[in-house]
């Protein structure tokens, strides 16, 4: 089992930056994808990035595409969401989540193991 867990999360004014983390318990473990996902109240949760581990690779939903950046540290089984130039519109919970190799895998799922999230609130 992979358990994800995120953090960075918080409330910061319409422009501002913040930077989520994602770590995750198995270090040994290397997903085909990592992948930012977020919810906001009364919306289904939508997919916002994803990170390749194979191919080092990044997809972006095209509503954060040049605000928003993923990156990975390997020796610290970590992936980070850089949010810069933040929106009212971007406040949702944010989850991490990760996707073993399979047929028909995408980047933008279906993922296999979930964070518990961390609330983002932007104000204007």
């Known amino acids: 089992q992979v358990q994800l867990v995120e953090s960075g999360g918080g409330l910061v004014q319409a422009g501002a930056s913040l930077r989520l983390s994602c770590a995750t318990s198995?270090?040994?473990?290397?997903?085909?994808?990592m992948g930012w996902f977020r919810q906001a109240p009364g919306k289904e949760r939508e997919f916002v990035g994803s990170f390749s581990g194979f191919g080092a690779s990044t997809s972006y939903a095209d509503s954060v595409k040049g605000r928003f950046t993923i990156s990975r540290d390997i020796a610290k089984s970590t992936i980070y969401l850089q949010m810069n130039s933040l929106k009212p519109e971007d406040t949702a919970v944010y989850y991490c989540a990760a996707a073993v190799a399979k047929r028909g895998l995408r980047p933008e799922g279906p993922y296999d193991y979930w964070g518990q999230g961390t609330q983002v609130t932007v104000s204007s």
């Open positions: 198995r270090h040994s473990f290397v997903p085909a994808y």
